[in-house]
């Protein structure tokens, strides 16, 4: 897994949004899409990808009390090995 480098919050008129950094990450879900030409995605990496998946948005929720509000292929990023940030 990814290290959370740092984390901070940023005000605007729709509210405050809160940033978080990480490392430089592989593409998003949606490129590596893209670039299999939208063949789908063999199910054990989906697994992976939806344990990841589950896991990170749990985190946000429980431990930093947020709620994630654009889950979509562009905001999932994962690394080499396939863990997933979103």
């Not at 054990?44 to 947020?66: G, N, T, W």
């Amino acid at each position: 897994m990814t290290t959370l480098l740092n984390y901070f919050t940023v005000d605007s008129v729709f509210g405050t949004h809160f940033v978080m950094v990480f490392g430089v990450l592989g593409p998003n879900l949606y490129k590596f899409l893209q670039k299999s030409q939208y063949q789908g995605i063999p199910i054990p990496v989906v697994k992976q990808i939806a344990k990841e998946s589950i896991r990170c948005l749990d985190f946000l929720h429980s431990k930093c009390k947020i709620i994630h509000t654009d889950i979509k292929p562009e905001n999932i990023w994962y690394v080499l090995n396939l863990q997933l940030i979103i």
